[in-house]
């Protein structure tokens, strides 16, 4: 019914940026808060940064200040910016919505599949 697809993955140097971008698609009535998650090899999945319809954002201690959460409502994309890039970013990164599914109104937990970020010289 709804699909979230990550993009914008890459390997990067330390102190570089990259730019993820997350589109919803199918059957959205509306979407709620929107999630960026990141799991690193042997490590539990862990918050990086959300943002509300309204655009309230908070980022994880780790991110604040490198990173910024962005959305674009008309396209259903959440987008993460990410400066200053250090190696332990490196993770497999993955957007999350709260998504109000057209014609049953009933709400659910989408999940991307992940993009792979690396960060290395």
């Known amino acids: 019914q709804v699909q979230l697809v990550e993009s914008g993955g890459g390997l990067v140097q330390p102190g570089g940026s990259l730019r993820l971008s997350c589109v919803a698609s199918?059957?959205?009535?509306?979407?709620?808060?929107m999630r960026w998650y990141r799991q690193a090899p042997g490590k539990e999945r862990e918050l990086v940064a959300y943002?509300?319809?309204?655009?309230?954002?908070n980022y994880a201690d780790s991110v604040k200040g490198r990173f910024t959460i962005s959305r674009d409502n008309a396209e259903n994309t959440v987008y993460l910016q990410m400066n200053s890039l250090k190696p332990e970013d490196t993770a497999v990164y993955y957007c999350?919505?709260?998504?109000?599914?057209?014609?049953?109104?009933?709400?659910?937990?989408?999940w991307g599949k992940g993009t792979l970020v690396t960060v290395s010289s």
């Open positions: 943002i509300t319809r309204g655009e309230s954002t």
């Open positions: 199918g059957s959205i009535l509306s979407i709620h808060d």
């Open positions: 999350n919505a709260y998504v109000v599914v057209l014609k049953t109104y009933s709400g659910m937990d989408a």
